[in-house]
């Protein structure tokens, strides 16, 4: 059974940072795409990051590009999501999911591409 437990989620002030983790079990992070979007209150769940299975790609929503970076440690079986320069509009419940292995950029991008997800963990930009 796969599961994905998101931590490191909490209160920040504009312009400071945090880092995300998701811990996976049940299936190897280095063997299947992942990735992390996020639903802030009224609004549908959005794409913010994903690294392909071979984790030598990454890719960023343009709302987040420049400011975020998605990276793996396929030792711990985790992923991580460094967010610096947080602005008010990053506030979210932040997911972490799995996907396919051969999925391209573009699936990836697509939440209905992914096969398990986590429960969530909250990010609120204070400003």
């Known amino acids: 059974q796969v599961q994905l437990v998101e931590s490191g989620g909490g209160l920040v002030e504009a312009g400071g940072s945090l880092r995300l983790s998701c811990a996976a079990s049940?299936?190897?992070?280095?063997?299947?795409?992942m990735g992390w979007f996020r639903q802030a209150p009224g609004k549908e769940r959005e794409f913010v990051s994903a690294?392909?299975?071979?984790?030598?790609?990454?890719y960023y929503s343009e709302a987040v590009k420049g400011r975020f970076t998605m990276s793996r440690d396929n030792a711990k079986n985790t992923v991580y999501l460094q967010m610096n320069s947080l602005k008010r509009e990053d506030t979210a419940i932040y997911y972490c999911?799995?996907?396919?292995?051969?999925?391209?950029?573009?699936?990836?991008?697509?939440?209905?591409?992914?096969?398990?997800w986590g429960r969530g963990t909250q990010v609120t930009v204070s400003p």
């Open positions: 690294i392909g299975w071979t984790g030598l790609s990454t």
């Open positions: 999911a799995q996907s396919g292995r051969y999925y391209t950029e573009q699936v990836l991008r697509l939440d209905s591409k992914y096969d398990y």
């Open positions: 049940g299936r190897a992070v280095s063997s299947f795409a």
